[in-house]
């Protein structure tokens, strides 16, 4: 026979259902919530953050026309040679050689799409050591440019689905980077801006 004794009873405060419980746990999952939005916020604010401008880059935006995407180049430094052409597609100012990446240009174009298409490109070519040098061969000038903008811009770049020779690369909230030999010797790289 269990014989109980009074005076080693359990303290009520042990099972007394008082709700601290649920408190405590509503406490925590509420602390949880708050951790995961802030975090939340914090990554699509950091995703979306612009990294400053890559050489030879000014910021841009698609649906800008040729004059105030000219007027933004002029207050950059560059210097325009002669007045706007037309073709079908494209209005093109042309500028005067200027150095990026550490090395000059034979020349800069900005090319401002027409008939409602949003697109701007501002366009830089280099002269690479050699006329022999393409994308089966590519010579110091284009290896030395595609590493910075790898660097620089913190992307990989990639090669388009197409069989066109160029990589490219699509930077956060900016335009994307293509880099391919416009001739045998000649590297371009141009900044495209869409909206």
Not at 143 to 154: D, L, N, W
Request: charged share 30%; net charge negative.
């Amino acid at each position: 026979m269990i014989k109980y004794n009074n005076d080693k009873s359990i303290d009520p405060k042990f099972y007394r259902n008082d709700g601290s419980e649920r408190r405590n746990v509503l406490k925590i999952l509420v602390i949880i919530l708050v951790v995961g939005v802030i975090g939340y916020i914090l990554g699509t604010s950091l995703e979306e953050t612009r990294l400053p401008a890559l050489p030879g880059e000014v910021i841009l935006r698609g649906d800008m026309d040729i004059s105030a995407a000219n007027e933004r180049l002029e207050k950059a430094g560059f210097i325009p040679l002669d007045e706007v052409k037309t073709d079908d597609d494209y209005d093109h100012l042309f500028y005067e050689s200027s150095e990026v990446y550490g090395y000059p240009t034979t020349r800069s174009e900005l090319a401002v799409a027409k008939s409602g298409k949003k697109s701007v490109s501002f366009i830089h070519y280099f002269d690479d050591e050699s006329k022999e040098n393409n994308m089966n061969n590519p010579g110091e000038v284009y290896v030395y440019i595609a590493s910075q903008v790898t660097v620089r811009s913190r992307e990989t770049p990639h090669r388009p689905a197409e069989d066109r020779d160029e990589i490219f690369w699509i930077l956060r909230r900016g335009p994307s980077v293509h880099m391919t030999y416009a001739d045998d010797g000649v590297v371009m790289l141009e900044y495209r801006y869409t909206d």
